[in-house]
């Protein structure tokens, strides 16, 4: 299983950057991917950003496209999501996830970190 934990969350306001940053600690060697999802209050959870763990291929959710960017520092087994111009329905808890395979369900789940964006 592998271990994730986020940090990086705080309060900013419109228009501003904020970078989370999520560690991966236990058996890394078997993830395939690890992604960033986030949840807001009475909302679905919802996909935002990922990366393969070995390889150059990212994607992202239509809501955070040409704002967000996921990186990963392999020798640091860290993932980071950089969100510029954020706005305040990016308000959320951001969730680090990893999967051991293209087809599997993302079973490893970091505790969140909180992102608020006030107007």
């Known amino acids: 299983q592998v271990l994730l934990v986020e940090s990086g969350g705080g ?3 419109a228009g ?3 970078k989370l940053s999520c560690v991966a600690s236990g058996r890394t060697a078997t993830t395939y991917a690890m992604a960033w999802f986030r949840q807001a209050p009475g909302k679905e959870r919802e996909f935002v950003a990922g990366c393969l763990w ?3 291929a990212s994607w992202y959710g239509d809501s955070v496209k040409g704002r967000f960017a996921i ?3 392999n020798a640091k087994k860290t993932i980071y999501l950089q969100m510029n ?3 305040p329905e990016d308000t959320a808890v951001y969730y680090c996830a990893a999967k051991i395979s293209r087809a599997s369900d993302w079973g490893s789940w970091g ?3 909180q992102v608020t964006v006030s107007s």
Request: cysteine-free; glycine content about 12%; aromatic content about 0%.
């Open 11 to 13: 309060l900013v306001q």
């Open 16 to 18: 501003d950057s904020l």
């Open 54 to 56: 070995a390889g150059s």
């Open 71 to 73: 990186s990963r520092d």
């Open 85 to 87: 111009s954020l706005k």
């Open 111 to 113: 505790q969140g970190t």
